[in-house]
């Protein structure tokens, strides 16, 4: 699962990095806005879904984890470690979500003329930066979370076999 996640988030910072080169390299002109319109729907779209899908999943797994552990009686372990887990990623991945919903809103205003272009584009760059830094600090927590749940699935087929 954290496999498809993280390929749906690159996907979108991908294409978010696209819409953002290809805001540089068309010539002004209605054609050139609508492809650079559609590249950002696009992007959105997948990015507002993938990073809202990975912090379901991390909130997903810690609710099995700690309920696991509570009916078992291990303590509160795996609780400790998710919730520091979802410390070093839930701030920037709901700074991700947001810059890219307003970018997005931005891009509109920009081409109505009721922002400066400048703001769009000092925005998409913002945006850009911090959809990469959220998609490593997903890559590594996912990957704490694989071997969080496998190290709970390892423990309860020690307390089954005991």
Known sequence: MAIALLTLVLLGTLSLLATTVLGYLGPPGAAWMRQHFLWSLGSTFLLVMGHSFVMFFLLATGVEMKDMEKARGWGDSFRKR????????????????LLVVINFMMGAAAHTRAVPRVVHIALAWATLLTCVLALYREYRVLGDNNRL???AASRREDTAAS
Do not use: G
Not at 82 to 96: D, E, G, L, Y
């Open 82 to 97: 998710t919730v520091a887990m979802k410390a070093r990623v839930f701030p920037v991945m709901t700074s991700a979500l």
């Open 149 to 151: 749940i496998a190290e």
